[in-house]
């Protein structure tokens, strides 16, 4: 599996956009979302709608916002370099971001209705590659003491090896502390949204914890 082409992640964040919408759209706007402390449903569209506003200059709910979203990251050049919170990166790296910050508070939503939440198998992958990608390298604060290995059940190839040095590669291959199950699951503890007794977690609970600390990108 690879990094989707630019055109599938514009439509991924447009699709991405109107599935939160549609789940947020009969909900109370006062319920509180478990996974983003302090946060409510309207509090967490408003925090969306203010990304894609940042990122393309587009208004309107979320559904209105992506569908903009889309169509004007579709017209620019994938490579046109834009500064956006004070990053500065090619158009695609900020068009898969939105797609899978939009994908993940999708799960937020949808964890804090009670609602079912899934994902296309080859997204999920890319969306942990993300996440790997956006914390690799030396951070500060202890390094966990050995390998992380993640291990998606029901996707093959779906494996990961992580370094304390955050270096990471897709492999099948034994580290101290690992979690395995289906892989929604498992992006979705690696993002720190499902707690990880939600899958099958090997060795110390404690160096687990210590590498989701440092996985978290808030």
């Avoid at 706007?29 to 709608?49: D, E, N, Q, R, Y």
């Avoid at 604060?141 to 093959?156: E, F, Q, R, Y």
């Amino acid at each position: 599996m690879s990094t989707p082409a630019y055109e599938a992640l514009c439509g991924l964040a447009g699709a991405e956009a109107h599935r939160l919408a549609a789940l947020a759209a009969n909900a109370n706007p006062a319920t509180p979302v478990p996974t983003c402390p302090g946060w409510t449903i309207t509090a967490l569209t408003g925090h969306v709608t203010g990304n894609l506003h940042a990122l393309a200059g587009v208004t309107g709910s979320v559904a209105e916002a992506g569908a903009a979203f889309e169509g004007a990251m579709l017209a620019r050049d994938p490579d046109q370099p834009r500064e956006v919170f004070g990053l500065t990166q090619p158009a695609r790296w900020w068009v898969r971001h939105a797609a899978y910050d939009l994908l993940i508070h999708r799960a937020d939503v949808a964890l804090a209705l009670g609602e079912p939440f899934s994902a296309d198998p080859a997204v999920a992958v890319d969306a942990l590659d993300e996440l790997l990608e956006l914390v690799s390298g030396p951070r500060g604060g202890a390094d966990p003491a050995g390998a992380l290995h993640l291990h998606a059940t029901d996707t093959p190839g779906a494996e990961w090896l992580v370094e304390p040095s955050l270096a990471w590669r897709r492999a099948h291959e034994k580290a101290p502390t690992a979690i395995r199950g289906p892989l929604v699951d498992v992006l979705l503890v690696a993002y720190r949204r499902l707690p990880p007794s939600d899958v099958e977690v090997f060795g110390d609970s404690a160096e687990l914890t210590r590498w989701l600390d440092r996985l978290n990108v808030g």
